[in-house]
Nanobody
Framework: QVQLVESGGDLVQPGGSLRLSCAAS????????MGWYRQAPGKQRELVAL???????TYADSVKGRFTISRDNAKNTMYLQMNSLKPEDTAVYYC?????????WGQGTQVTVSS
């Protein structure tokens, strides 16, 4: 069983920055594909970014050049640095862990971009 706990969500003005964290339990963190997803009100959950065990990354087109996903395997923690935030980035952001057919989700953290 893997437990994921997100933190760092907040209210921020357009153009601002936030860093989200996802702390994971378990010793297999370094082997898992980790990801950030988000869900805005009335919309389906969508992929924001993935980081593989190799360290390679992939991003949704909507966040490329603005968001950076990273991981610290020594701390069992994943991060999402979000810059140049836009109102359309407003959503609940979820942490996801995936390995060998097993998938886990965090409880989510709210990010609101508004003036």
């Amino acid at each position: 069983q893997v437990q994921l706990v997100e933190s760092g969500g907040d209210l921020v003005q357009p153009g601002g920055s936030l860093r989200l964290s996802c702390a994971a339990s378990g010793s297999i963190f370094r082997l898992a594909t980790m990801g950030w997803y988000r869900q805005a009100p009335g919309k389906q959950r969508e992929l924001v970014a993935l980081i593989f065990s190799s360290g390679s990354t992939t991003y949704a087109d909507s966040v490329k050049g603005r968001f950076t996903i990273s991981r610290d395997n020594a701390k069992n923690t994943m991060y999402l640095q979000m810059n140049s935030l836009k109102p359309e980035d407003t959503a609940v952001y979820y942490c996801n862990s995936r390995r060998m057919g097993l998938e886990y989700w965090g409880q989510g953290t709210q990010v609101t971009v508004s003036s």
